[in-house]
């Protein structure tokens, strides 16, 4: 149904940026919320950014605030990550998720997206 392949992820010195780019094989993927999750070692996946499927709302996790974008290009099926002033403690498997209709009033959590990508690793370094 949905086929989500991410890419861009790679090594990175601190301060450095990387964008990430998630292609997204959907029929209706202007009508998807989508998002980007991490997964540190040892740790649970937890949401980085989420655009809804308007386009004209987002989420961020309060550690990336001012420092990561997400933005959607619906006519290319893509989504993005642009990663900026990046910190060790961002390293982690990045993953491309998407949440299709109906939505509830939460739309941001992991637990609430249908579709995962298969994740690209991102390690930052100093």
């Known amino acids: 149904q949905v086929q989500l392949v991410e890419s861009g992820g790679g090594l990175v010195q601190a301060g450095g940026s990387l964008r990430l780019s998630c292609v997204v094989s959907?029929?209706?993927?202007?009508?998807?919320?989508m998002g980007w999750f991490r997964q540190a070692s040892g740790k649970d996946r937890d949401t980085v950014a989420a655009?809804?499927?308007?386009?004209?709302?987002?989420y961020y996790a309060d550690s990336v605030k001012g420092r990561f974008t997400i933005s959607r290009d619906n006519a290319k099926n893509t989504v993005y990550l642009q990663m900026n002033s990046l910190k060790p403690e961002d390293t982690a498997v990045y993953y491309c998720?998407?949440?299709?209709?109906?939505?509830?009033?939460?739309?941001?959590?992991?637990?609430?997206?249908?579709?995962w990508g298969q994740g690209t690793q991102v390690t930052v370094f100093s």
């Open positions: 959907g029929r209706t993927f202007s009508t998807y919320n």
């Open positions: 998720t998407a949440d299709l209709p109906p939505y509830g009033s939460i739309w941001f959590r992991p637990r609430d997206y249908n579709y």
């Open positions: 655009i809804k499927w308007t386009g004209g709302t987002t």
